[in-house]
């Protein structure tokens, strides 16, 4: 039996290594933290991803366990729309809506599907042979058929590989995220564009809402009190936003600053090493692919891990390159502060939207239109065949 190292437990690992047992690998999945902590922020998992996921037999308990996104939109910082679309024009043309949930749940089920030591955490990598297939640990060496980086965007794995490569740069915005109680207002699904700033806020379950936010500033920038800073920010914008700002916990709002692979890798795998997730490619969330692209390395890794990697930076590099460049042209649309160019941006949207209300899917068609090398057959795919 072939023997693959995995390192990294976030949601890439964890995907690679139930993606490689279901093709018969021994695996072994390390994270140097000493428990899995939750993180509190949500996840939109597209149908891109939920196809990947069917793969690995778990795309219906993803579905279980998560809400359907309603209609979408973008607005203006005054509430006006911009333009729409509905799930069910997403879903004819893709076979799949996009559902949003818990990014802990995902991390639960994926790791609920691997068997018991699988997973081994407290583990600290502390080098990587690739020629070799040696993964050192603070625990000793072990050697594999297989390593996989999976080690997240200031991967140590991809300096290893690539030391000259320059990595990811800072995309000029940084990110808020949070988990605030509903309290029975009504949670339009929507991401709402200003002058450089953006907020978005999706509905998770009946008393949860997920809300994130972007805006211009100098990377590491620190502020006291998160809350204060998002409510001087977006504190005069549509409601629902005024009203979940003053109901987040300030100690419970997530902040970092977006970074993205602006020169690509040469490429994903050198040797016995491949790299999957934010290893591979960090991007922009503008798309909200980061981590539905990390679920297609994993079952496309698993697809060609008998064989030469080639195959899989053959197949996965022009791919995240150009689902990177797509997110960050968002990005650079959503960082306008010129008055007039907002105002040419948000007219060319709305001229977009009446003349072809299905515009905003159309340019998602490389993205979303995404199926995986070998589909599992589920109640959805058969449904869908007959």
Not at 75 to 98: E, F, I, K, P
Not at 349 to 360: D, F, I, K, N, Q
């Amino acid at each position: 039996m072939p023997k693959a190292v995995v390192i990294g437990g976030g949601i890439g690992g964890l995907a690679c290594g139930v993606a490689l047992r279901r093709k018969g690998w021994e695996v072994s999945v390390l994270e140097r933290a000493a428990a899995v902590e939750p993180v509190g922020s949500g996840l939109a998992v597209a149908a891109n991803a939920l196809k990947a996921l069917d793969t690995l037999g778990l795309g219906d308990r993803v579905r279980e366990l998560s809400t359907v996104e309603g209609p979408l939109g973008v607005r203006r910082a005054d509430g006006r729309w911009l333009t729409r679309t509905t799930t069910d024009h997403a879903d004819a043309r893709y076979g799949d809506s996009v559902v949003v949930m818990l990014r802990a749940t995902l991390m639960d089920v994926l790791a609920d599907a691997l068997e018991p030591g699988v997973l081994r955490l407290g583990v600290t990598v502390t080098g990587v042979d690739a020629e070799r297939g040696i993964v050192r640990t603070d625990a000793g060496e072990i050697e594999a058929d297989l390593v996989v980086g999976a080690d997240g965007i200031r991967s140590a794995t991809r300096r290893a590989l690539f030391p000259g490569h320059p990595g990811p740069v800072y995309s000029g915005v940084t990110a808020w995220r949070a988990l605030v109680p509903r309290n029975g207002l009504e949670i339009p699904r929507s991401e709402s564009w200003g002058r450089g700033l953006v907020f978005g806020v999706h509905q998770l379950t009946d008393d949860l809402v997920y809300l994130y936010a972007t805006d211009l500033s100098p990377a590491g920038a620190a502020h006291g009190d998160e809350r204060e800073e998002l409510l001087r920010r977006f504190g005069g914008w549509h409601e629902p936003i005024p009203a979940l700002l003053r109901a987040a916990d300030p100690a419970r709002i997530i902040r970092n600053d977006v970074h993205y692979l602006k020169t690509p890798l040469p490429a994903l795998h050198r040797g016995k090493v491949a790299l999957v997730g934010d290893a591979a490619h960090p991007m922009t969330p503008n798309l909200g692919q980061g981590a539905c692209q990390a679920l297609e390395d994993a079952v496309v890794l698993a697809h060609v891990a008998d064989g030469d990697l080639a195959a899989y930076t053959a197949t996965r590099l022009a791919r995240t390159s150009g689902v990177v460049r797509q997110s960050m042209t968002i990005c650079r649309v959503t960082k306008l502060r010129n008055p007039l160019a907002v105002r040419l941006r948000d007219l060319a949207v709305t001229a977009a939207g009446r003349l072809s209300p299905e515009l905003m899917l159309r340019s998602m068609d490389d993205v979303l239109a995404w199926r995986p090398p070998v589909e599992a057959v589920t109640d959805r795919t058969r449904a869908a065949d007959r």
